[in-house]
């Protein structure tokens, strides 16, 4: 089976002409930092207040929410799919499974970019992005963890 | 198809205690030289962020079943 069109490139350039405070995060960040790892979907932890502008580029795509910006704000998230599939995190903070909590405005503060043709996309530092994997975490978050490690081991 | 049993073990919530352990898990010699040893591939053969993306959607689509 082919991918489908989805012209990934273009996204994340109308995403960084649109303003957005939206953090890569989940194993496309981790693709971004030279790990080799398989996804299907794509994460983001968004500011609450750009949940609008973050639909209207995700429109260009042809991809929709499936809440209402009040209703994801009630919930803490919301997905934007069509033959894509992505997962959007928009609560102020989230816990940890032990209780260390994670302030959106303070990870979007420590954020590191990443150049992606001629735009820049933004994921959370290494040591917010190891904390991001141990927010309801799976099995597979685990290994990601592992990974994780062993680069911030390398890291200057 | 993948099995109910396989998915639920896939997509479960592990406890804290879980968590716990393999952040305290002391990474082996080994361990870390064959995921370095990926990761050297993988930034070698994908230099740029933008073709690491098209190969993880490529072998993404190898791997996915086809659809029902």
Redesign the interface.
């Known amino acids: 089976m082919q991918p489908s069109a989805f012209d990934e490139v273009a996204f994340f350039r109308a995403l960084h002409q649109s303003g957005s405070r939206a953090l890569l995060i989940g194993r496309r960040a981790l693709v971004f930092l030279g790990l080799p790892v398989l996804t299907a979907d794509y994460d983001f932890w968004l500011a609450s207040d750009d949940i609008v502008v973050f639909n209207a580029v995700g429109k260009q795509f042809d991809l929709h929410p499936n809440r209402t910006p009040d209703e994801a704000r009630k919930y803490g998230r919301y997905v934007l799919e069509n033959d894509e599939h992505i997962d959007v995190l928009v609560a102020r903070s989230v816990p940890t499974l032990d209780g260390h909590v994670l302030d959106f405005d303070e990870l979007w503060t420590r954020r590191r970019s990443v150049p992606l043709v001629d735009v820049d996309v933004h994921l959370p530092s290494l040591d917010d992005l190891i904390l991001t994997k141990q927010v309801a975490s799976r099995p597979k978050d685990l290994e990601d963890l592992r990974l994780l490690r062993i680069l911030k081991e390398q890291a200057p | 198809m993948i099995p109910d049993g396989v998915v639920q073990?896939?997509?479960?919530?592990?406890?804290?205690a879980?968590?716990?352990r393999?952040?305290e898990r002391p990474?082996s010699a080994d361990?870390?030289e064959e995921?370095?040893a990926?990761?050297r591939?993988?930034?070698h053969r994908y230099p740029?962020?933008?073709s690491?993306?098209?190969?993880?959607?490529?072998?993404?689509?190898?791997?996915?079943p086809?659809?029902i």
């Open positions: 073990a896939i997509d479960r919530r592990i406890t804290a879980e968590l716990r393999e952040l990474i361990q870390r995921v370095l990926l990761i591939w993988f930034t740029s962020a933008e690491r993306l098209a190969y993880v959607r490529q072998a993404y689509a190898r791997w996915r086809p659809p």
